[in-house]
């Protein structure tokens, strides 16, 4: 149901374009932090709107002919019970694109993501599940809980946020999802003439950390964090602007389901892939002792470095292969996967696999970028034969995407947590487990 912003001067579905306002009742949650309505036929996908609400929406990109348009929820005509007023002053329509949920109860967040993943799994995996996402220790009430955050720097030298899907920047003097470390290096208040970002890092050991960008990036330092996990609990030395997750709990959190989910028993062999600067496998190699073996595969030099000095010198039953996933295991890839977190153009893979990968293995971690690992990679993880494997997944669309061609080739999914590791946001990662089906 919906009408025009201006009954009697009605603007048809086809007609509309950017600028013009439509009062609509909002549907379910998509996939991005949208909300789905429709006007006339035409798919609208809203912005800073809750399921079941009467909004006024402003077309902000598409036009006549697009299958769907974009907008704004610029008045709540009809709100929602767990609407709140957003806590941030620059969360709203045309303002900093990098909170979705600001104006949404945390609780009603969480439950907002489970449907996304539940929804993303039937209709791409035709998988039933019930999905609940849990809080991760270490923020307070979705706020104060970034420890790493880039922020964008404009013409004049000041830093900020870019508004949603535009290159314009806002200036800001706060961001409440940042930690109190973050802004209070006064990052927001300096001026950085020259450069296109500035990157601040709160470590868990050590002060917080600003990276001029371009100017310091190539010479970043060496930052320690510090893993505090049941099944882990060690210091790792990162590169301010190398991977490493962002909020306080998160890889701690991440590696106990991890382990718990895959039972690694000494002695076994495991394959980590996209392994970064070592977490999940240094606690594969704990788990597996020196009768095990660990393989694990990034594509970052300065990762492989830093997990070399990180893990192998630690556990020698550990050996890092520096490459491209896709390329390691000697297939074509999907799509832009570079092996690690960083997107990059599509490449030939090479005719053989590398010599260094095993040719079976007990248990396999994927841990892809946002695109996921893809059907080539899932084809060759399952040619080793595993009997678990563990997928950390931070796109919901990939991860059922994945769990599709796991279930093609004879794997179950038999156990699914999911964990609000960006409150605020739409992102939600989830830890997956599967194991082979019995012959």
């Not at 929602?80 to 694109?97: D, I, M, S, T, V």
């Not at 893993?227 to 882990?232: E, F, H, N, P, V």
């Not at 996967?337 to 599509?346: E, F, I």
């Amino acid at each position: 149901m919906s009408e025009t912003a201006a009954p009697g001067d009605s603007v048809s579905a086809d007609g509309l374009t950017v600028g013009d306002e439509v009062v609509v009742d909002s549907g379910p949650i998509a996939h991005g932090g949208f909300v789905v309505a429709r006007h006339e036929g035409r798919v609208l996908f809203i912005r800073h709107t809750l399921p079941g609400e009467r909004v006024r929406a402003r077309i902000t990109e598409g036009g006549p002919g697009d299958r769907f348009l974009r907008a704004d929820a610029v008045e709540i005509l009809d709100a929602a019970p767990a609407r709140l007023e957003p806590p941030c002053p620059y969360a709203g329509p045309g303002l900093c694109g990098g909170c979705d949920f600001q104006h949404v109860d945390v609780a009603e967040q969480r439950r907002l993501k489970a449907s996304v993943v539940t929804e993303q799994l039937q209709r791409l995996a035709y998988v039933e599940r019930d999905v609940v996402v849990e809080a991760v220790p270490g923020d307070v009430e979705g706020l104060r809980w970034r420890t790493r955050t880039e922020f964008a720097v404009d013409a004049e030298g000041r830093a900020g946020m870019r508004r949603h899907r535009s290159h314009d920047l806002l200036a800001i003097d706060d961001c409440l999802i940042a930690s109190e470390r973050v802004v209070g290096t006064g990052v927001l208040q300096g001026h950085w003439a020259g450069e296109k970002a500035v990157d601040v890092v709160a470590p868990s050991t050590g002060p917080a950390v600003v990276v001029r960008i371009p100017s310091d990036e190539a010479d970043a330092p060496v930052v320690t964090e510090t893993i505090a996990a049941q099944s882990l609990s060690r210091d790792f030395d990162v590169s301010a602007r190398g991977f490493w997750q962002v909020h306080p709990g998160a890889a701690a959190t991440f590696v106990d389901a991890v382990i718990d989910g895959l039972r690694p028993q000494q002695g076994e062999r495991c394959l980590d892939l996209y392994a970064g600067v070592g977490v999940f496998t240094s606690a594969l190699a704990q788990a597996v002792g020196e009768r095990g073996q660990v393989i694990a595969v990034e594509s970052d030099a300065t990762a492989v470095a830093q997990a070399r000095l990180n893990v192998e010198t630690v556990t020698p039953w550990v050996q890092y292969v520096q490459g491209r996933v896709d390329h390691v295991f000697g297939v074509e890839s999907t799509g832009r996967v570079a092996g690690s977190r960083k997107g990059g153009r599509r490449r030939s893979a090479p005719r053989r696999p590398n010599s260094a990968l095993p040719p079976t293995a007990d248990v396999v971690v994927l841990d892809p970028p946002r695109t996921g690992a893809g059907k080539a990679v899932i084809a060759a993880v399952v040619a080793l034969a595993p009997r678990a494997l563990a997928y950390v997944a931070c796109d919901p669309a990939a991860l059922a995407r994945d769990t599709a061609y796991l279930m093609e080739r004879g794997y179950a999914l038999t156990s699914l947590r999911a964990f609000d590791a960006f409150p605020m946001t739409h992102h939600v990662e989830c830890v997956a487990i599967f194991e082979r089906n019995e012959p």
